[in-house]
């Protein structure tokens, strides 16, 4: 059997040291970093921006990206700019984990869904400074087309088969990241 989601790609927008104040941002590390192994045992190409870095700071040092196929540092609150999307296929379905839900995460999302691009935005890996904003952009994101999802339901959508060879490092995974992914499911999905 083959994966359901055949040509993904994982996107980390802007999870930097200077944006820690960020609502519940420990748990939406601990869904980045959950997403980022998926990613190497899927063989899926990784995204990755800084907002401003020289002002504030580069990725968080929890975040092993140093498998990123694009590294990127700007100053437009959408990571779809023309260095990062040429990277992209076409048809890829891109994840999303970042900050913030209203600003660099919905600007993304639209400018990716505009592209033709399906978009699945993790509710577990996703904030803002002010928890409230959250919902509204989720909702504005699922308005717009994109899907709004967990950590672990992108897991299993993508896997789509219990018989692919990644699947048994699949489920190490759901089991070694249990306890933070509930942790994280209460902090950020109840807002």
């Known amino acids: 059997m083959s994966r359901r989601i055949i040509k993904s790609a994982l996107l980390i927008c802007d999870l930097q040291e200077k944006f820690r104040a960020i609502h519940a941002y420990p748990a939406?590390?601990?869904t980045a970093q959950k997403m980022l192994k998926a990613a190497k045992i899927l063989d899926i190409p990784v995204y990755v921006t800084t907002q401003s870095a020289a002002?504030?700071?580069?990725?968080?040092?929890e975040l092993d990206?140093?498998?990123?196929r694009v590294t990127l540092d700007k100053t437009a609150f959408s990571m779809a700019l023309p260095q990062l999307v040429k990277h992209l296929d076409n048809d890829a379905v891109v994840a999303i984990v970042g900050i913030e839900s209203h600003i660099c995460v919905l600007q993304t999302s639209l400018d990716l869904l505009a592209r033709g691009h399906k978009v699945y935005v993790i509710a577990d890996g996703v904030s803002s400074m002010n928890k409230e904003e959250v919902p509204i952009a989720l909702e504005r994101i699922r308005q717009a087309g994109g899907y709004v999802t967990t950590s672990e339901s992108w897991l299993y959508e993508t896997a789509g088969d219990a018989s692919i060879p990644e699947f048994r490092d699949i489920i190490s995974l759901v089991r070694e990241t249990k306890n933070d992914t509930k942790a994280g499911l209460k902090e950020l999905t109840r807002l």
């Open 65 to 68: 990206v140093s498998h990123a």
């Open 55 to 61: 002002k504030l700071g580069g990725t968080c040092t």
């Open 28 to 30: 939406v590390l601990k």
